[in-house]
């Protein structure tokens, strides 16, 4: 078996995939770090129905009252 260089057009192929898989590997970082972050601050998340929701507003809140004697 005689070993052979690779023709100019595969080290070409090479280095655009290699560009193409670091550009997807960070997309996929991003998309991590920021499911992450978002999970860490899960108190204040909604859901995607895109809609309001008072009972997880930290603004809305009414001061609890205290009973009378």
């Given at each position: ?43 204040l998340m909604q859901g995607a129905d895109h809609t309001y929701r ?5 603004a809305n809140q009414m001061p609890v009252a205290e009973p009378e004697?």
């Amino acid at each position: 078996m005689a070993i052979h260089q690779d023709h100019e057009l595969h080290t070409r192929r090479w280095s655009r995939n290699l560009g193409v898989g670091l550009t997807l590997a960070a997309f996929i970082a991003l998309v991590f770090g920021l499911t992450v972050v978002k999970v860490q601050n899960g108190s204040l998340m909604q859901g995607a129905d895109h809609t309001y929701r008072s009972e997880i507003d930290p603004a809305n809140q009414m001061p609890v009252a205290e009973p009378e004697q």
